[in-house]
């Protein structure tokens, strides 16, 4: 962009539930972002502590549009992005954004990300995060790497804090979650099921490895870092009980996508299996991971889709 064009406007989708320890300064970071103009669209799963009280001491400001209140929790972060996605509107917006409750984010963060995008012609962005924790530990969780041909079936492209769209491809997406509201309130992980649509769509989507937030870690996340060896064996364990395959199956069915690897993942016989462990390179943006997702195919149990 050049240094004369006016700053860019940016609408911030902003989920909440019970953040009110950390939804403060997560507001002041989205609000003092440099070399954009922020709007904040914010939707509350009605929490029990002080965040809706938050939300409308800034909704009064002008800092905040909150939508309005829900007859019945969501339940998840998921139905409440979506939620978002279906219902914002987009006046004098070029961008959008999403946040969660309780990060930090990075002072450049949007105008990095608009940056990229305008300049290298992609329509999608996320990045790299800095997981930090209570004790003061920290780690870079790395997201980026080359984009394998079926790594949207089986991850997301990073946190979905970090998602950045023109409003042109947003609205594309508000028009898909608008067509299929119950469905999409079936999946589980919203940043997941947006980066499926998105390369399903034929969209170019680009991982930053620049990290562009501080990824807060507490008691309270839905999802989370997923770091250490307890979380390692969780994720193992579900991945060979099934439910990744099926998780999977879901995003692929809601999203439209039909090809080869999902018919072999529903038969899922021994041959299925064999031609699986060799497309799993294919499948994670990390080789280990590819891998260790081929010996997956060939030991876990039939995915309850594929079941009779």
């Known amino acids: ?12 989708l902003l989920a909440t ?17 440099e070399g954009v103009q922020v709007r904040v669209v914010a939707s509350d799963d009605q929490s ?50 999403f946040a969660d409750q309780d990060d930090i984010w990075l002072p450049d963060k949007l105008h990095h990300a608009v ?28 997201k980026s790497g080359p984009l394998r041909t079926h790594d949207h079936l089986f991850e997301s492209a990073g946190p979905g804090c970090t998602f950045v769209l023109p409003k042109a491809r947003f609205l594309e997406l508000q028009a898909w979650v608008r067509n299929n509201r119950e469905a999409v309130d079936l999946l589980k992980v919203h940043d997941w099921a947006i980066y499926a649509w998105a390369r399903a769509q034929g969209l170019r989507w680009l991982i930053d490895p620049k990290p562009s937030l501080r990824y807060r870690q507490h008691g309270g996340n839905e999802v989370g870092a997923n770091v250490g060896w307890r979380a390692a064996r969780a994720r193992l364990s ?28 529903r038969r899922m016989n021994l041959l299925d299996r064999l031609v699986l462990a060799t497309m ?18 060939l030991l876990m149990k039939r995915p309850a889709a594929s079941r009779h």
């Open 115 to 142: 940056t990229q995008l305008v300049n290298k012609g992609f329509d999608a962005y996320s990045s790299d995060v800095v997981a930090f924790w209570p004790d003061g530990r920290e780690r870079r969780l790395v």
């Open 48 to 97: 029990q502590d002080d965040t809706l009280g938050i939300l409308q001491s800034f909704a009064k400001e002008g800092v905040i549009e909150l939508l309005p209140p829900v007859a019945q929790r969501f339940g998840s972060a998921n139905r409440n992005f979506m939620r978002l996605i279906a219902d914002a509107s987009l006046e004098n917006t070029e961008w959008v954004a």
């Open 280 to 297: 799993a390179p294919q499948c994670r943006r990390r080789r280990a991971e590819g891998w260790l997702l081929a010996l997956i195919f």
């Open 17 to 33: 539930h019970n953040g009110a320890l950390w939804l403060k300064e997560q507001i002041r970071t989205i609000m003092t972002q």
């Open 238 to 265: 579900q991945a060979l009980s099934g439910q990744y395959a099926t998780d999977a199956l879901l995003i692929a069915s809601v999203v439209g996508i039909e090809t080869p690897l999902v018919h072999r993942m």
């Open 1 to 12: 962009m050049r240094p004369s064009s006016p700053p860019p406007h940016v609408t911030v």
